[in-house]
């Protein structure tokens, strides 16, 4: 099926690796990445840099690498090759709570949230790194630990704002809806102030009303609060509205990387989705996407 | 069900006390992050403080020994609550703790010309160095829990238990050894000795000995729940609940694995030293797993997670024997010795919690609580 697909990215969509407009220096950087279980080869040479500001989103079929990529980035699991770099430092093997604190966040396709904890728990743990006292000022409370904690607070009271969950603050979060531990789940990655944010499948298993909000929130974090993202979404709908550039991948690979429509045009990306179909079917999809 | 929830807006925070009529609605974060931050807490704590210095004058000096032993406990209860009910690292190894704390006060504090090592320093020294040593203890169990997770880990401190037994039965210079034993550290603090058996500014030796238990876990039960309130506690409920969400959101686990069975161990020294320098004299045989079970049954009875179910556990605990000879007292003789009651109603007690009840005594006493606060209407 995808034997059609080469091993470096498409031949008809130029990889793009700088985006138009872009003389930065990229944010994140993947350079031939492998990463393997046991034989299973879950990420062959992937290479692909985020820009400031981008949107950038990661598609593909299931089991095709996509929360792979997430773990590798964030420190879960080690490649056992290729480099990533992360603003300018080589993190690689790097253990999560480092890679956390140089600024890096994400959201998990099945929510990871602390559910014995309270929604503000919850988002004042995105503040962890923020605190700035230890051990002994925790025991002592009294002076810094409380002026910390009342100044964080604060913070996480902006974000129950922004995502309008000011209902829940005290509330176990093993107790709320399945939209909402979705929001608070974003929000304690905002409460991060990351320099790159990490959603993997922010709206799935959610009604039309709440992909439209979360839709809504993940804009605002690009246009408000200018934090460059990587989204990995199976709801093709919402990555042609929202993202900036699209990486599909296939069986571990990116097959390619370019605008929303370019990607979702490309025969091999179609392959990817529909199995190998012949040159008719192919052209008669690619009229229906145009 | 909307009065549950607090509102508070980054303009005002300011010290103020609840708004009139709407007990619950907090104007500032400084009351979300008082000590006892509801009406109902602050009432209670007040009620039992009160009650406290009510009742050494209401009980004999043998029953308040059992209640000054309860509280010495709750000290321990609340450092077993922070490794295991806040961080959630299963700890079987206890007892080992609360026997390097109750050697280490023993030796310092001992009587220098007693038949054991003893150096007879004060109180002020010897109490935080059981704290101190056996919470370096501590740090050098803790990085097992960075390998281990659950039972495993469980049963690498049940090792420990082992170990210290044999050690505590082996160094007879310092522990006397089995079946002969030694005195445990002398209760002497700003020149009052609590183990004279002459009155002390007219208390008993059981009242005197009250105070002293109830000032240190009002000390320790607020050490306790500064941890818990803070980014420590925080750090260690994520730690329990997802390991791999803690540490992408930058808690380092290693870290605060190691802090939890530390600060654990320091809770447990101080319980150590203290206990058996009320007791008197104490056997290497006392740091059995058996030790170990007590506390865990005390933060599983108390309410895992919790300061003041810890110590309603470990009181509850302290007072079972005495439950279990009252209940004897019903019990057609011969049937069974009290002491098989008592491990019993343990057994019972523990796997009825944990089925019926898992939020403890305290989830009890929140159900009463919000009972009342409804009533009449039970919703
Ligand atoms: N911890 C692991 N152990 C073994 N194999 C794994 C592990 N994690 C991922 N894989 C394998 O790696 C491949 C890629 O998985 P991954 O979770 O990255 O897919 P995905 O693109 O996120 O899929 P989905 O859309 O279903 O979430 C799969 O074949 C999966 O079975
Ligand atoms: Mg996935």
């Known amino acids: ?290 | 069900m909307t009065t549950m929830l607090r509102s508070a807006p980054p303009a005002q925070a300011r010290k103020s006390t609840g708004v009139r009529g709407r007990p619950l609605l907090r104007t500032s974060y400084h009351q979300d992050l008082a000590l006892a931050n509801t009406p109902a807490k602050r009432r209670s704590v007040i009620g039992l403080v009160i009650a406290s210095f009510v009742v050494p004058f209401l009980l004999t000096d043998d029953l308040l020994q059992v209640l000054t032993l309860g509280m010495i406990s709750a000290v321990g209860a609340i450092g077993l609550n922070l490794v295991t009910g806040y961080a959630g690292q299963v700890s079987l190894g206890h007892a080992f703790f609360i026997g390097v704390g109750a050697y280490t006060g023993a030796v310092l504090g001992g009587d220098p010309d007693g038949a054991m090592l003893g150096y007879g320093l004060p109180m002020w020294i010897w109490l935080p160095a059981a704290g101190v040593v056996a919470a370096v203890a501590g740090l050098i169990v803790g990085p097992l829990a960075v390998r281990l997770r659950g039972l495993y880990l469980a049963i690498v401190t049940l090792g420990l238990v082992f170990l210290g037994d044999h050690v505590f039965r082996e160094a007879r210079e310092i522990t006397g050894g089995p079946g002969v034993g030694r005195r445990g550290a002398e209760l002497e603090l700003f020149g009052i000795d609590f183990s004279s058996m002459e009155p002390i500014s007219g208390l008993s030796r059981g009242q005197a000995q009250f105070f002293l238990a109830l000032v240190f876990l009002i000390i320790f039960a607020i050490l306790g729940r500064n941890i818990a309130r803070s980014g420590v506690g925080r750090a260690f409920g994520a730690v329990r609940d997802r390991d791999v969400a803690a540490a992408v959101i930058g808690v380092d686990l290693t870290k605060y694995k190691v802090m939890a069975f530390a600060m654990s161990s320091f809770f447990a020294g101080v319980t150590g030293a203290l206990y058996y320098a009320v007791i008197g004299v104490f056997e290497p045989g006392a740091f059995s797993l058996l030790l170990s079970i007590q506390y865990l049954a005390m933060v599983l009875i108390g309410g895992v997670a919790t300061i003041s179910g810890s110590i309603m556990g470990a009181l509850f605990i302290a007072l079972l024997p005495r439950l279990s000879q009252f209940i004897a007292g019903f019990v057609p003789d011969g049937l069974i010795s009290v002491f098989q009651l008592e491990a019993i109603l343990y057994g019972l007690l523990i796997m009825g919690f944990l089925i019926f009840e898992p939020r403890g005594l305290f989830g009890i006493w929140t159900r009463i609580r919000n009972y009342w606060k409804g009533w009449p209407f039970s919703y």
């Open chain 1, 1 to 290: 099926m995808s034997a059609a697909s080469p091993h470096a990215p498409s031949s008809t969509v130029s990889p793009r690796p700088v985006p138009e407009g872009h003389v930065s220096e990229p944010v994140v950087s993947v350079r031939g990445v492998e990463l393997a279980f046991s034989g299973v080869k879950a990420l062959q040479g992937v290479d692909f840099d985020v820009f400031d500001n981008e949107l950038f989103a990661v598609i593909g079929p299931n089991g095709a690498g996509k929360t792979s990529i997430f773990n590798v980035l964030s420190g879960v699991y080690r490649p056992q090759q290729g480099t990533v770099e992360f603003a300018g430092t080589d993190i690689r093997g790097m253990r999560p709570h480092k890679i956390a604190n140089l600024g890096m966040a994400r959201t998990f396709q099945n929510i990871e949230l602390f559910e014995n904890l309270d929604v503000v728990d919850n988002l004042m743990l995105g503040r962890h790194a923020h605190l700035g006292y230890g051990w002994a000022a925790s025991v002592a409370w009294f002076g810094k630990a409380k002026r910390a904690e009342v100044a964080n607070r604060r913070r996480v009271e902006e974000i129950i704002d922004f995502l309008e969950i000011e209902g829940y603050r005290q509330l176990p979060v093993g107790m709320l809806p399945y939209g909402i531990q979705k929001r608070i789940e974003l929000g304690r990655a905002l409460a991060m102030e990351p320099k790159l944010l990490l959603l993997d499948e922010p709206v799935a298993g959610m009604n039309g009303e709440e992909t439209e909000d979360m839709a809504r929130f993940i804009l605002d974090i690009r246009n408000e609060l200018r934090i460059p993202m990587i989204l990995v979404e199976h709801d093709m709908g919402l990555v042609m509205d929202l993202a900036d550039r699209v990486m599909a991948m296939d069986f571990g690979k990116p097959v390619a990387t370019g605008t929303p429509h370019e990607v979702q045009s490309h025969p091999d990306v179609i392959r990817a989705y529909l199995g190998p179909v012949d040159d008719a079917t192919l052209a008669e999809v690619q009229g229906e996407l145009a």
